[in-house]
């Protein structure tokens, strides 16, 4: 039987890569993001090129009642997940601490840390019921060491840190695996979305050198999930060769 994955924020960047290469590799997939239409390109897409099946479920994993209403009523055979790829995520602006908006640092915590826990919570009762399962939260080289400018983003993703550690100890005793995967700069729509449409800001987020590509972290998260069951890989940070942390970009 095939296994599944759920994977939130899959409608682009390195969520996107994830459904790519899980599917190439015969996992049936439930695909969350906010833009159903995405999901609904996706889902067409890959059914037609492997033999897999995709289930949508479009909704802002920040919105705790639509949390747990969309994964609670997942049809029976949808409930059986093995992987949860807990990716959706975003930074907003780059002001300095007293500059910053504060509604901006709002959506990233109600994002990157609320929806996190909402969504693990969701699920992780599926995974209890079968005594087995692996989380992997995507957290960043930000979470290791805040940069100027970077304050609640950096902040959100040292929270996805540690919450990957205590999940970890929690979730022993269910021999669920937790895995904490930290890239640096990837090219993706982060910075687009970062720059709030700024095009000519987001573009020269890359300038100078060469970033990790979306696929880059697919494959490792892809060699994370494919480890024989006794082995988990804790965490990993992951930058391009230009890249030594969050800090230091070697630019030509
Ligand atoms: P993208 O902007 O390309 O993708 C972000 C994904 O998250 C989209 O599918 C978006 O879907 C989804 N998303 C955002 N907010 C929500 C929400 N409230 N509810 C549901 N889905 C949401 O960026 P990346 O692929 O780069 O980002 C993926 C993750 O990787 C994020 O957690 C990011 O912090 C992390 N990361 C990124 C790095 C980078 O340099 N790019 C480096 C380190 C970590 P939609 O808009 O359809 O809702
Ligand atoms: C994204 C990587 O360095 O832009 O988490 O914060 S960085």
């Not at 910053?100 to 019921?129: C, H, Q, R």
């Amino acid at each position: 039987m095939n296994k599944t994955v759920f994977i939130s924020g899959a409608t682009s960047g390195i969520g996107k890569a994830c459904a790519v290469i899980f599917a190439k590799n015969g996992y049936n997939l439930i695909i969350n993001g906010r833009r159903k239409e995405k999901l609904e390109e996706i889902k067409t897409s890959l059914e037609a090129s492997y033999k897999v099946k995709i289930h949508c479920v479009p909704f802002d994993v920040s919105n705790r009642e639509a949390v747990f209403k969309k994964i609670e009523s997942l049809p029976a055979a949808w409930q059986e997940i093995d992987i949860l790829i807990n990716n959706a995520g975003l930074a907003l602006g780059r002001e300095l601490v007293d500059d910053a908006i504060m509604s901006d640092w709002e959506t990233m915590i109600d994002t990157n840390i609320n929806g996190l826990l909402y969504v693990s919570k969701a699920i992780l009762p599926f995974m209890i019921k079968n005594n087995k399962g692996h989380i992997i939260n995507m957290g960043s080289i930000a979470g290791d060491q805040a940069y100027e400018r970077g304050n609640v983003y950096c902040a959100t993703k040292s929270a996805v840190d540690t919450i990957s550690k205590a999940m970890r100890i929690d979730l022993l005793p269910h021999r669920i695996k937790v895995t904490n995967i930290k890239p640096g700069a990837v090219e993706t729509e982060f910075a687009l979305v970062r720059f709030k449409g700024d095009e000519e800001k987001a573009s020269k987020t890359y300038q100078g050198f060469t970033p990790l590509s979306p696929e880059d972290i697919a494959n490792t998260i892809f060699y994370c999930a494919s480890l024989p069951d006794n082995v988990c890989i804790n965490e990993l940070s992951i930058t391009c060769l230009s890249q030594a942390n969050g800090v230091y970009t070697f630019k030509d």
